[in-house]
């Protein structure tokens, strides 16, 4: 944990998403409250949706974030920061001109003994 899961509507270019998935990952880490080897990352391309009135100026992102237990709230307010400023920073230009961005995050926690994790992911290849 985390899971990263992006979802952007289509009238949004990303040219390199696992650049972006990255750079969302590495804003978690800086925190200091995430280690790398625990983060899962995806992005997904809305085609069907509807912000506010459908005027096509308006472009949307929205960040889940989920965690096991154990993050006060002003950890996970911190976390939950450092990626809608990330998402802010890299699509600023989306607000310009006549158009619109929403930037919306949520998180969940799961809690223990209901979220099963199981993996083999090597520890000593994953660097913090």
Same mark, same amino acid.
């Given at each position: 944990? $985390? +899971?990263?899961? *992006? ?8 040219? =390199? ?30 085609? =069907? ?6 005027? $096509?100026?308006? +472009?949307?992102?929205? !960040?889940? *974030? ?6 006060? $709230? ?26 619109? *961005? ?9 809690? &223990?003994?209901? !979220?099963? &994790?199981?993996? &083999? ?6 660097? =913090?």
């Amino acid at each position: 944990m $985390p +899971h990263i899961v *992006l979802e952007y509507t289509d009238n949004i270019e990303i040219e =390199d998403t696992q650049a972006l998935l990255k750079k969302l990952a590495d804003a978690l880490i800086a925190t200091g409250h995430v280690r790398r080897k625990g983060i899962r990352a995806r992005a997904i391309k809305l085609t =069907d949706y509807l912000i506010a009135d459908g005027d $096509p100026a308006y +472009h949307f992102l929205y !960040a889940t *974030l989920s965690f096991r237990v154990g993050r006060t $709230p002003e950890i996970l307010n911190l976390l939950a920061e450092s990626v809608v400023s990330t998402l802010e920073a890299e699509f600023a230009h989306l607000g310009q001109d006549g158009n619109y *961005l929403a930037v919306a995050n949520d998180i969940h926690v799961l809690q &223990n003994g209901i !979220a099963l &994790n199981r993996h &083999n992911l090597p520890a000593e290849r994953i660097i =913090d």
